[in-house]
């Protein structure tokens, strides 16, 4: 778009030739600027007053927004014109008459809509900040003034701000500043890299993101609307507090809570979105990858009162190392790291407030920057929370005493499931039934690594002879079960597996 000024009877006249979303050219004339500047130029357009009326200022911010004033008084009445202009087609007919050539487009008004009000906005706060959040790295910021420059900036979305030499800002102050934002300020989930310009081997100035404003604001509004309807939902299953204030019973169902909230609406997935890596990607697309599972964790945490850390590092798996993310929570003065993705991945609570030496059996965190918080207590991991944990023979069969109907999940510590089990399956919940009265089965066979699913069935223990109506489970094949009832007095469903049959027999 080409712009000039022409003075004519103390006048200036401005010529503005462009193009309208459909290619076409457009030339914009309007007589009735006045200005007091000599000469235009773009270092200066924040100086130059356009006194125009109504229509004819909408016209123009459309056409060239930065060469008006946007003030209170009209935005609104830009915005009350938008919306006249956008539904009465015989206002858009009116428009046309005036002495302009122009092509009118509602796409373009809108997207200048926004523009207006960013301009508005330009020095108010738009990223809201977490009032409840703990800024645990606040102790390693290197330059003060500066961070609270950085972050002042980005709440107000302003994506480029100067630093005063007099700061000796460096480019090691830049990183380990992008590592405290990363770490504690998951609210700006826009951030993908700052860029800094030199002057005399410091940093004069930052590029503090990159991308569309007003998208930026649009998917803000959308992921925060995402956060409230989750704490809606987190409110109505009474797990989190109004106070913050929370005991060990209220920390550990929110967790839970939480999780089976993300494994039931969420999916890990890999993708060159840039979204999957931030809390964004995980409200609002319902698809990230381990950063965005714990910046969005840490995002409600922050919001309700939990103290909880963002841990960057690796994933250790054989001999593979790659970059990883999970969190820690304190509980009672205490830190237990949780992963919220490989509780995910795994569907299950392996990694729900576990101690060190489990933790980092698969995991080793990134220390460049500051260290992290010791945790050696195991005591509010969730299977030894909730009795689930079997360390020693003997433990399986107390625990699944004092189940209830259900799925249950139960964790192997420093014992195989397979050693425990033996290699017969069938045979073991065959003998627990008789041993313990319980009907046990191990669902699809299945245990993940440590963890094994039971589907525990209590009542009236099964029958081993057939003697009329009723359930059994028979070591029989169903050849040799059809053989032993009269089929002419009883129907009958059964199941069958390996070496044995489930038998339903009715009149």
């Known amino acids: 778009m080409n712009q000039c000024f022409q003075e004519e009877n103390n006048q200036y006249l401005v010529s503005i030739t462009g193009y309208s979303s459909c290619g076409s ?159 504690d300020y998951p609210e700006f989930w826009f951030i993908s890299k700052i860029k800094s310009s030199l002057s005399d081997d410091y940093i004069c100035e930052l590029n503090l993101f990159d991308g569309n404003i007003p998208k930026i604001i649009e998917q803000n509004t959308a992921m925060m609307k995402e956060v409230e309807n989750i704490e809606k939902y987190l409110n109505e299953q009474h797990v989190i507090t109004k106070d913050g204030k929370y005991t060990p019973a209220q920390i550990i169902a929110f967790e839970r809570t939480y999780i089976d909230l993300m494994l039931n609406s969420t999916v890990y997935e890999k993708s060159t979105n840039p979204a999957v890596y931030n809390a964004y990607g995980c409200f609002v697309d319902k ?28 994933a250790i798996t054989d001999e593979n190392h790659d970059l990883h993310a999970w969190n820690m929570i304190e509980i009672e003065g205490a830190y237990y790291h949780i992963d919220v993705t490989w ?106 690594e440590d963890l094994a699913r039971f589907k525990i069935e209590f009542g009236q223990s099964l029958k081993t002879e057939i003697d009329g109506p009723g359930e059994y489970l028979l070591k029989i094949s169903i050849d040799e079960f059809k053989k032993s009832i009269d089929t002419r007095r009883f129907s009958y469903n059964y199941s069958s597996s390996s070496n044995y049959i489930k038998v339903t027999i009715s009149e």
């Open 343 to 448: 509780c995910i991945t795994t569907n299950s609570y392996k990694y729900f407030n576990i101690d060190d030496v489990y933790c980092y059996q698969g995991h080793a965190p990134n220390l460049k920057f500051f260290q992290i918080q010791i945790c050696k207590d195991n005591k509010y991991n969730y299977y030894q929370y909730n009795n689930r944990l079997v360390s020693e023979e003997g433990q399986f069969e107390k625990i699944i005493a004092r189940l209830t109907n259900g799925q249950h999940q139960i964790f192997f510590q420093n014992i195989l499931p397979e050693t425990y089990f033996g290699q017969n399956y069938n045979d073991f919940c065959f003998r627990l039934q008789y041993d313990n009265k319980i009907n046990i089965e191990i669902t699809d066979i299945a245990y993940s």
């Open 287 to 314: 698809k990230c990858v381990c950063q965005g599972y714990t910046t969005a964790f840490q995002l409600i945490c922050d919001r309700i009162g939990l103290k909880v850390l963002y841990v960057s590092g690796e």
């Open 25 to 183: 050219d457009i030339t914009f004339r309007c007589n009735s600027v006045k200005a007091s500047l000599l000469k235009y130029t773009p270092e200066i357009i924040d100086q130059v007053k356009v006194l125009l009326k109504p229509v004819d200022e909408l016209l123009m911010f459309v056409q060239f927004p930065a060469l008006a004033e946007v003030t209170e008084d009209m935005q609104q009445k830009w915005l009350e014109l938008a919306n006249v202009f956008i539904k009465d087609a015989k206002v858009r007919a009116s428009v046309s008459s005036y002495n302009y050539t122009y092509i009118w487009t509602q796409n373009i008004l809108q997207l200048r809509l926004k523009e207006i009000k960013l301009l508005q906005l330009n020095d108010k706060i738009i990223v809201q900040l977490s009032k409840n959040a703990h800024r645990f790295h606040s102790k390693y910021i290197p330059n003060i003034i500066v961070f609270d420059q950085i972050v002042d900036g980005l709440q107000k979305l302003n994506q480029n701000i100067l630093i005063e030499q007099s700061q000796k800002f460096t480019q090691s102050d830049l990183q380990k500043t992008m590592a405290i934002l990363e770490a």
